[in-house]
């Protein structure tokens, strides 16, 4: 724990303008983003007595090293540049919101020659309109099924439209007229860009015109005695119709807001974003966060805010967006979204109407999922904490361990030996921080010897990861110069030295606070050996036996016995049970990869088609093996030279002794790959 008096700015130094700044811990990784009207006033105040400020901050202050900023012109040039280093750091004490599922929205691909109608989930890609989001994606299908016959836009992949255009038949939606077929040249690229256009404009809202414009139509051909063209533009209006009474009308025609509720209490808050177009409810979402930082309700719609529309622009941006408290500055943020939208927003609490009786539709919805989230997690923030409490005294640590790292072995009868890492941050997995080795240093079955290599391997790197940052003047003594990992050691690769320390996260750059390995003494052992002679003394190691659930430190006779109604226990199982099916996933796969293979790989200019014509004829490998090579040339495609190179090949693969499963003793035959069973 750090003592902020430590680094705190000499007085004067900090400047009394905007800007944003950025509280670093003592391996560089930035923690915290936050931006000010003045730095000197709010920097000033992280560093008061620590018990003056809210356990948040005081958390964060404690377990800073350092704190830098940078000066911007005006404020919204603040909020811009925070929004891009919080994104950029992924600050571990800045709210975070995640959301609770990934939404479906309708997008329309307006990037490509002939535009496409589809179900999309992830992150908006450029080029691409879209609509929602929606809260299930057959909601989208029935919509689009319904429009379709208005607008018969392409909804195909571009595997069946280029199958398409080189057999020239479409699809049966273009049998069925509900696709105009471009696939095969029924209207030409432009007729059909403008079909697609005018499904955006639908969708965006402007219904009215379409609608008076398909019953204008259909009266002048009901005039004209054209009574079937009347009863197909009868039905299309009928499916426009239906189509718009899936959106709820909650506003005037005109209205284009999204509307920001909050639900919070001390631990977490809840937000829900109802999007109105048109006045129609076209889109819901929402997001929960853990309230890591001292925040209050405008904080949390500031950073919604940020979230919701940092990467939006143009139409996207609505012209009004309605909250339940307006952010710090809101003439700051009310720029921001004007100069993402490319004209005037409003952003304002609704007072009074129906804008305000919607408003509390989404407090409701808020406030339910709020509820919602915490059945599921069972106060899992609070338990999380009291479970690394429980592990540091336990363990006798210092301090809670809030990065944890367990290694697992795994092989089948002593082949394909892998490892695993696993990381877990705050009691939470970090799965783009888990990390897969092969074995190389040896042979066979051994799974202490094992557990020594992938130790030393990960801290060799993390030891090399620290010199390249001149975290110390000398290696240490133990070891003398600290080796360069190998590229090709089945870890990450190295790092680019020349690449400056940013903040960001670096593979293997971090040490954990506590090391946990699946096993017993001998395991442990061999870790904390491999540690030693790394010369790293600062991480705590200890193991978890499957057998009794007993946890094993270095160097003890007796294990550790944790209640079995342990938060901490559960935690640890849950770290442990990670490792291995992360372990035991890596080395299935390279299971099935080495199975695959066959000897009759080995046969030069031997393609798939004849080494099924192989197998087929004689029924297996091993009978294949026992042929002559006139037998073999009997298979229609194979000729004598052939013959005698698969001949010369399983004589070569041809096993010394029966294989033996050595639970059972039974003598293990060879299937129709060639492999045992």
């Known amino acids: ?57 005081r958390t964060m202050v404690t377990t800073a090293a350092s704190v830098e900023w940078t000066v911007v012109a005006t404020e919204v040039e603040a909020l811009q540049l925070e929004y891009s280093w919080i994104k950029e750091f992924d600050p571990r004490f800045n709210v975070k919101y995640r959301d609770d599922k ?128 009347a009863a197909r533009l009868r039905d299309d209006v009928g499916a426009l119709k239906r189509a718009m009474e899936k959106s709820a009308v909650v506003l005037a025609d005109a209205t284009d807001a999204d509307l920001i509720a909050v639900a919070e209490d001390e631990l977490e808050a809840a937000v829900q974003i109802f999007h109105v177009r048109g006045g129609r409810v076209r889109g819901q979402r929402g997001w929960v966060t853990d309230k890591v930082e001292n925040v209050d309700t405008s904080g949390l719609v500031e950073h919604a805010l940020q979230q919701l529309y940092g990467e939006e622009s143009g139409d996207a941006v609505p012209k009004e967006v309605l909250v339940p408290a307006l952010p710090e500055d809101p003439e700051a943020v009310s720029q921001w979204l004007a100069d993402r939208r490319g004209s ?9 109407g129906d804008k305000k009786d919607l408003m509390v539709t989404v407090q409701r919805n808020a406030q339910q999922a709020l509820g919602l989230h915490k059945t599921k997690r069972a106060s899992d923030l609070t338990t999380r904490s009291r479970a690394l409490e429980e592990i540091a005294e336990a363990l006798g640590l210092d301090t809670a361990p809030l990065r944890i790292e ?82 090709a050691d089945g870890t990450a690769p190295v790092a680019d030295e020349s690449r400056e320390d940013d903040g960001r996260p670096k ?116 009978k294949l093996r026992r042929a002559t090579i006139d037998e073999i040339c009997e298979v229609p495609g194979i000729g004598r030279r052939t013959a005698e190179s698969v001949a010369v090949a399983l004589a070569a693969a041809a096993p010394a002794a029966p294989a033996v499963n050595t639970a059972t003793g039974e003598i293990m035959e060879e299937d129709d790959g060639g492999s045992t069973t």
């Not at 811990?25 to 006033?41: C, F, M, N, P």
């Not at 801290?459 to 003398?480: D, I, N």
């Not at 096993?519 to 790394?534: H, I, N």
């Not at 009794?548 to 049970?577: A, H, K, M, N, T």
Request: charged fraction near 30%; glycine fraction near 8%.
């Open 1 to 57: 724990m750090a003592d902020p008096s430590s680094y705190r700015p000499k007085p004067g130094q900090i400047p009394d303008s905007p800007g944003v700044y950025k509280f670093r811990d003592e391996h560089r990784r930035v923690i915290y983003v936050g931006k000010a009207k003045s730095l000197r006033q709010r920097l000033a105040s992280y560093f008061q007595d620590l018990t003056g400020l809210h356990p948040r901050t």
């Open 102 to 229: 990934s939404y479906p929205y309708l997008a329309v691909t307006l990037n490509e020659e002939f535009p496409r109608v589809q179900v999309m989930r992830g992150a908006k890609k450029k080029g691409v309109r879209y609509f929602g989001p929606y809260g299930h994606a057959w909601a989208i299908r029935e919509t689009v099924d319904l429009m379709l016959r208005v607008f018969p836009v392409r909804t195909c992949s571009a595997g069946v439209f280029k199958n398409a255009a080189r057999t020239g038949r479409p699809c049966l939606l273009g049998y069925i007229g509900k696709c105009s077929a471009p696939c095969v040249g029924r209207v030409a690229p432009e007729e059909h860009r403008e079909l697609a256009d005018d499904f955006c404009d639908f969708m965006a809202g402007r219904t009215g015109t379409y609608i008076r414009r398909l019953e204008k139509d259909m009266m002048a051909a009901a005039e004209d005695m054209e009574y079937e063209r």
């Open 344 to 352: 005037q927003v409003s952003l304002r609490i609704p007072q009074r």
């Open 406 to 487: 367990c290694f697992d072995i795994s092989h089948l009868q002593g082949e394909d030996v892998v490892a695993s890492m696993v990381v877990f941050e705050d009691g939470l997995a970090r799965k783009g921080e888990y990390r897969r080795f092969q074995i190389k240093g040896f042979e066979g079955q051994d799974d202490v010897r094992s557990m020594h290599e992938v130790i030393s391997r990960r801290f060799r790197r993390y030891l090399h990861e620290k010199e390249r940052a001149g975290e110390w003047e000398e290696t240490p003594a133990a070891t003398g110069p600290v080796p360069a990992p190998d590229p």
């Open 507 to 622: 593979r293997f750059a971090y040490p954990p606070q506590l090391l946990v390995v699946d096993g017993g003494q001998p395991q442990v052992a061999a870790a904390k050996r491999a540690l030693d002679e790394l010369g790293i003394d600062d991480i705590a190691v200890c193991g978890l036996a499957k057998r009794l659930e007993e946890v094993w430190l270095p160097d003890d006779d007796d294990p550790v016995v944790l209640p079995r109604s342990s938060e901490g226990l559960y935690l640890l199982q849950r770290i442990r049970d990670e490792a291995h099916r992360f372990a035991i996933t890596y080395q299935r796969a390279k299971r099935a990869k080495r199975i695959r293979t066959s000897p009759l790989d080995a046969v030069a200019g031997l393609g798939e088609t004849r080494k099924q014509a192989l197998i087929k004829h004689f029924g297996s490998v091993k």
